[in-house]
């Protein structure tokens, strides 16, 4: 379902918008503003995921036994990997 809205662009933002439409990379001003907001749900997504998995680790941090520097990062950098690519799989 589609909803008709203004909004308000500054120049610079409908000039490059209407140089993708006038390109054919989509057919619409509405197409281009569409698939920005697209993109940025997902970028949104992705960081909540990211965060949420922060939270968790220092929550793990908080309750659990010391982990020295080393072995701290190398258990972040793994979680940050298995998370990311469990969102590429999406």
């Not at 140089?19 to 749900?41: C, F, I, K, N, T």
């Not at 970028?43 to 520097?69: K, M």
Request: a negative charge; proline letters at 1%; charged letters at 30%.
């Amino acid at each position: 379902m589609t909803v008709k809205t203004s909004i308000s662009l500054t120049d610079e933002q409908e000039a490059f918008a209407r140089s993708l439409v006038e390109a054919g990379q989509y057919p619409s001003l509405s197409a281009v503003l569409q698939r920005g907001l697209d993109m940025l749900r997902r970028d949104t997504e992705r960081s909540n995921v990211e965060i949420e998995a922060l939270r968790i680790l220092i929550d793990q941090r908080r309750a659990g036994a010391f982990v020295d520097l080393d072995d701290g990062e190398a258990e972040t950098q793994a979680m940050l990997d298995r998370k990311r690519q469990a969102r590429a799989a999406l």
